[in-house]
């Protein structure tokens, strides 16, 4: 067993060497300037190995990691994308990472820049007034949006409006960001189509009601054909309508959420527009509002004078700071490369090529998943566990089991609607091939868990740890190198 098999993390040997010196950025200054009380008594307790040491360590647990630039990532839920390196790079820039967050607007005017003008962009693909992207992921934005919408109802004196509609498929943020927000949760039930019952719908509607929140296409990939009228009836109860954006991909250039009717919505930039967000960070949840809404937006905003320049303004109905700063930038930089290398012209495919995708691989393996809900999906769809499932294999067994073919697992066991949920997104931007090799790896898989059952029931097998207990890693995480020795 070589040493990166086992997890060592003390390589400390007394005496061993390793260095790169950091550019020096501020070259006036040398040790000798200075202050005698500010310099180290003692030299630091610092790990002693040699660059070879360091290399191979985080290169080795870099290999352990997978993610979109190892292999396809069928994540549902998530569009978990290809993030081009160009975007890498134009976060990279130097003029922008080195910026400070306190530094004085005139001092940042090309960062200001970007952050309008990627706001507008998202307005327009939108179809609503004006976004802020001050939250850091869409939960937060979520949690933002909400309180526009609480906001919106006080400043109108109607204190009534406590109550926050939510569909039983919904993520499970947006019940929680709702309580979070200090709302009450109504659910409002799904039809066997996997809709809205709109028939449910109308009786939860009345002077109470603050508003609804959807996803469209909602969680199991299906388009809410309903939407106009549902916007129809909860505008005419007095009620604004939140469009929960991480499900955005499949609509991009082909219709818009402010044209359904929504009137606050977020969009994850981490997952409609790259960057890689496994492990929860980092993240953008921007959140757009329609005209009547624009004034109470969190605070700053970025605003452009006359004269072409870029200043932060705080305006008095605003809800004033959700975000310490403005944002997350590179992931806002990530956005705007993203959108531009696309442009007008070929944002229109990502709709349809990720519409397509997804169908692809729904009808490839219709015959040996279960396929709850028939028709045309859109980005994404689910399925309800192996269609034979007389061998006992369950849907945590075939996800072990594609990790020993080298794919990351989809999303399992959501939405909640049925009981073996496999949810499979593989996004615009995978290949014809990629999603062939994945294909056959699903059917073999279903084959095996029929021919060799207790190989599924116990995999992975080629994997660096096997099956863990979750619970227990997330209640009890090990965070230090030296909890390890112990
Ligand atoms: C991912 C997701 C969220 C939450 O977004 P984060 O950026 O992870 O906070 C909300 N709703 C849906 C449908 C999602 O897929």
């Known amino acids: 067993m070589k040493y990166y098999d086992?997890?060592?993390?003390?390589?400390?040997?007394?005496g061993r060497k390793g260095y790169t010196l950091p550019e020096n950025r501020l070259k006036e200054y040398t040790l000798a300037s200075l202050p005698e009380g500010l310099k180290r008594q003692q030299a630091p307790e610092l790990p002693e190995v040699?660059?070879?040491?360091?290399?191979?360590h985080y290169t080795n647990i870099s290999n352990k990691n997978f993610g979109v630039d190892t292999g396809f990532?069928?994540?549902g839920s998530c569009t978990m994308k290809y993030?081009?390196?160009?975007?890498e790079e134009m976060a990279g820039q130097p003029a922008f990472a080195n910026l400070h967050p306190l530094q004085p607007a005139a001092t940042a005017q090309g960062a200001l820049e970007v952050y309008y003008n990627l706001a507008h962009a998202l307005a327009e693909i939108s179809g609503l007034a004006e976004f802020t992207l001050n939250p850091y992921a869409g939960a937060h934005g979520e949690l933002t949006g909400l309180m526009v919408m609480r906001q919106y109802h006080l400043k109108r004196g109607d204190l009534k409006r406590t109550k926050v509609i939510v569909p039983d498929s919904a993520h499970g943020t947006n019940p929680a960001?709702?309580?979070?927000c200090g709302l009450n949760v109504v659910e409002v039930k799904s039809k066997p189509d996997g809709r809205i019952d709109v028939e449910h719908l109308k009786p939860l509607l009345d002077d109470t009601i603050a508003g609804i929140m959807m996803t469209n296409p909602n969680t199991l990939g299906l388009f809410e054909s309903d939407i106009l009228e549902i916007a129809e009836l909860v505008h005419a109860c007095g009620g604004l309508l939140y469009y929960d954006g991480a499900n955005l991909n499949p609509l991009l250039g082909k219709c818009r959420p402010g044209d359904m009717g929504f009137d606050i919505m977020h969009i994850n930039l981490h997952k409609t527009f790259s960057t890689p967000?496994?492990?929860?960070?980092?993240?953008?949840?921007?959140v757009g509002v329609a005209k009547a809404l624009v004034d109470y937006l969190p605070s700053p905003r970025v605003c452009?004078?006359?004269d072409g320049t870029f200043y932060l303004s705080h305006p008095a109905d605003s809800l004033g700071r959700v975000s310490g700063f403005i944002g997350n930038f590179g992931v806002m930089m990530r956005a705007y490369t993203y959108i531009l290398s696309l442009g007008k012209e070929y944002i229109k495919y990502v709709g349809p090529l990720a519409t397509l995708n997804a169908n692809y691989i729904k009808e490839s393996l219709k015959d040996c998943y279960y396929l709850p809900i028939e028709g045309i999906c859109k980005h994404e769809f689910v399925f309800d566990g192996l269609l034979d499932k007389s061998t006992g294999v369950t849907t945590l067994d075939v996800a072990k089991r594609l990790l020993d073919y080298g794919y990351h697992a989809p999303t399992i066991y959501f939405p909640l609607l049925f009981h073996q949920s496999i949810m499979i997104e593989p996004t615009e931007t995978e290949s014809l091939e990629t999603l062939d090799e994945f294909i056959d790896v699903m059917r073999k898989v279903a084959r095996e868990a029929i021919e060799c059952p207790e190989e599924v029931k116990t995999a992975p097998h080629h994997t660096p740890v096997r099956r863990l207990d979750e619970t227990n890693a997330a209640k009890h995480p090990i965070l230090r190198y030296r909890d390890l020795a112990q």
């Open 6 to 14: 086992k997890l060592i993390f003390e390589l400390s040997k007394e």
């Open 50 to 56: 040699s660059e070879f040491d360091v290399v191979r």
């Open 73 to 75: 990532y069928p994540l």
């Open 83 to 87: 993030n081009p390196k160009i975007n």
């Open 177 to 180: 960001s709702a309580a979070v």
């Open 277 to 286: 967000h496994g492990g929860g960070g980092p993240g953008a949840g921007p």
């Open 304 to 306: 452009k004078a006359d």
